[in-house]
């Protein structure tokens, strides 16, 4: 095609698209390129723009490593994950809702028995939370042996990944459920943090002119054979930023009360939180095996 205009130049682009590729890889092309050319020709976009805007992503590439993925935090800011997580993850039986992963979680944190505390490490004008529930199939029945993965961060506004003070996995665990589906352990008051901005992420809230607070919560990975996985965080009813969270992740049904304890308990304040998993569709089922 050598006369490329304006006007054909989506539909040049999207022919060129091989016959040999999957439906599904020409589906998803052929929309992203129709999308971009669009917003291109909406906002005028200069190229000045265009250029800034590569730079920006070649600046996200340099600052990730293992450890920090600053795409998954522009996606964030830009409600991305809530919203792939909303697609992804219907809510079809009453479950518990679901809601962003963000790129703090660490897989295989210290296994710990039922009621077991996660503070590796004492701040001062930190409140300790008993956190305890039970997890239970859609129709109310307790499930047994339900693995449960729970990080939050330190009174500091860091994660332990992020804190070289920190103990590695300071302020996570995995716990599992009794027979009669119950979890509990020991934490921390979470406190609201911002979102890492001194990368590309950092420079997009500004060109939005946005903050960068979380509200406080604590993130769940609940997961057993035979259900579908549940990731999703418990907000503390009396945090800031419930209503102007920066990744847009707070769901109602996920806010929780963080009661003062009753005189004696080993803990500051007691939160009592339940989930409720769907059965595992048959198509999961035989992927996981
Ligand atoms: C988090 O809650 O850990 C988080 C989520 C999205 C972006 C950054 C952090
Ligand atoms: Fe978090």
Redesign the pocket.
Known sequence: MRNVTKENITEVVTKALSNDIPPRNREVMTSLIRHMHDFCKEVNLTFAEWLSACEFLRRAGDISNEKRNEF??IS??LGV?VLVDMLDHRITEGESEST?????YRENPPVLPKGASVIQKNFENSETVKVSGRITDTAGNPIEGVAIDIWE?APNGL?DLQDPEQPAYNLRGRFTTDENGEYAFIALRPIPYP??YDGAGGELLKYMGHHPW?PG?I?FMISRIGYQSLIS?IYDADTKYLDND??F?VKESLIGKFNRAPAGSETDLVLSFDFKLKKASAKTLIAAE
Do not use: C, K, N, T
């Open positions: 998954i935090l964030d800011i994950e962003v992963l963000g790129p703090f961060d994660y979102i890492p979380r919560h993130h965080q920066s990744v992740a």
